[in-house]
């Protein structure tokens, strides 16, 4: 079998699409020898990357973020030509614009299946804030146009992958009809709670002995909803000065509201991106709790990386993540507003974090293992690949 992954979520700096279209690439390598992958993205220019098993083909495209470093596919006579090159078993498109439409034609063209994978509701994260401005009604015309789109998008495909029940069941209510959850997962070798290294990292952050250390990992933006924890950070500092120290691991378009906030506090670390996932293993090792603030995540990659390591998190219950949070959620947020996450910082530090953490360590390794994750998928596209061809 040989599966074509194609998405314009993809970025140098890392991110949760990039890890598990790798990670893909690894089980692959690792345990299914006679398999192969290909994987279609933008990138600075126009070249393709072999290694066994595996070849990466990058198609000049023009930066939408200097930032972030996403690219906007827009070369499709290129795309077409590598899936007419490669002939895939099968093309998995990873976001929702013109790849998706390019993978759902050229499928067709060359007599085989293509999948969609629902990586970003994007309706909700991108399109209802934004619409907001414009009134109740605007908004409301702008949903029901982006459901529609939704579900005109995903029914073309023979499956639509989706990594959280109660987004499956949403999709569902919106008319697509060809949902299949899909969990994703964790390296465990590289994510665990050992070796106890948490205190050489902070000293090599210069993070002073004896704060609660929190740690945000992600984009610096407002489907992000960091301005709320970015707020939530400077009441816990005004509350209880030099209690609480805060690592960010990211890059965005609100580094500005960040850097005002580590002028204010001085009580805030930063790091424009990490990419090495052994580094990122051990900043969520040191850290005391993660704080994840988004509202509208389709899994939370992020959280269930910090549990791995051994570090609980807090963030704003309700979300399509509430799911891969493996211990209790009491002290969570009931509301996305500054005050409220505050709160939850607040109660879950004085809980026993070591033992939420060991116990969330030891259920991510139980449920949420790439290879089981992988296990499902590859059973999910040989059925798809004898359903199409039975058809």
């Not at 991106?273 to 850290?287: G, H, M, N, T, V």
């Not at 992988?374 to 359903?387: G, I, K, P, T």
């Amino acid at each position: 079998m040989k599966i074509c992954d194609i998405t314009q979520f993809y970025s140098p700096l890392s991110g949760g699409v990039k890890r598990y279209v790798h990670e893909k690439i690894a089980y692959i390598r690792e345990a299914r020898p006679g398999d192969e992958h290909v994987l279609i993205v933008p990138g600075a220019k126009t070249e393709c990357i072999e290694n066994a098993q595996s070849r990466i083909y990058s198609i000049a495209s023009p930066l939408l973020s200097r930032t972030s470093r996403y690219r906007a596919l827009l070369n499709l006579r290129a795309v077409g030509e590598v899936f007419e090159r490669e002939k895939p078993s099968l093309i998995e498109a990873g976001d929702p614009y013109q790849t998706a439409w390019k993978a759902i034609a050229s499928g067709k063209a060359l007599g085989l299946p293509a999948v969609g994978f629902y990586h970003s509701h994007f309706p909700e994260a991108y399109l209802r804030s934004s619409a907001k401005l414009l009134g109740r009604k605007a908004t409301e015309a702008v949903m029901d146009l982006a459901r529609r789109y939704v579900r005109n998008l995903y029914n073309n495909f023979a499956a639509t992958l989706v990594p959280s029940p109660l987004l499956a069941q949403l999709l569902c209510e919106w008319g697509v009809g060809n949902a299949h959850i899909v969990n994703l997962g964790v390296n465990e070798k590289i994510f665990r709670p050992t070796p106890d290294d948490a205190a050489q990292t902070r000293a090599e952050l210069g993070i002073p002995n004896g704060r609660c250390l929190l740690l945000y990992v992600g984009r610096l933006a407002k489907e992000k909803n960091t301005l709320t924890l970015f707020k939530a950070f400077d009441l816990l500092s005004q509350r209880a000065p030099e209690k609480f120290h805060l690592l960010v691991v990211g890059d965005g378009l609100q580094r500005d509201a960040l850097g005002e906030l580590q002028d204010k506090t001085k009580e805030v670390t930063r790091l424009s991106y990490c990419a090495d996932s052994p580094q990122l293993a051990k900043f969520y090792r040191a850290a005391d709790v993660f704080v994840h603030p988004g509202v509208q995540e389709t899994f939370g990659l992020v959280a269930l990386e910090s549990q791995a390591c051994g570090t609980p998190v807090v963030g704003i219950a309700g979300s399509y993540m509430d799911r891969v949070i493996l211990h209790h959620q009491e002290e969570w947020a009931r509301e996305n507003s500054a005050g409220a996450l505050a709160r939850a910082i607040e109660e879950i530090a004085e809980q026993d974090l070591a033992a939420l953490g060991v116990k969330a360590s030891q259920l991510v390794d139980e449920r949420y293992s790439w290879r089981c994750a992988f296990q499902r998928l590859f059973c999910l596209y040989e059925e798809v690949c004898a359903n199409y061809k039975a058809a």
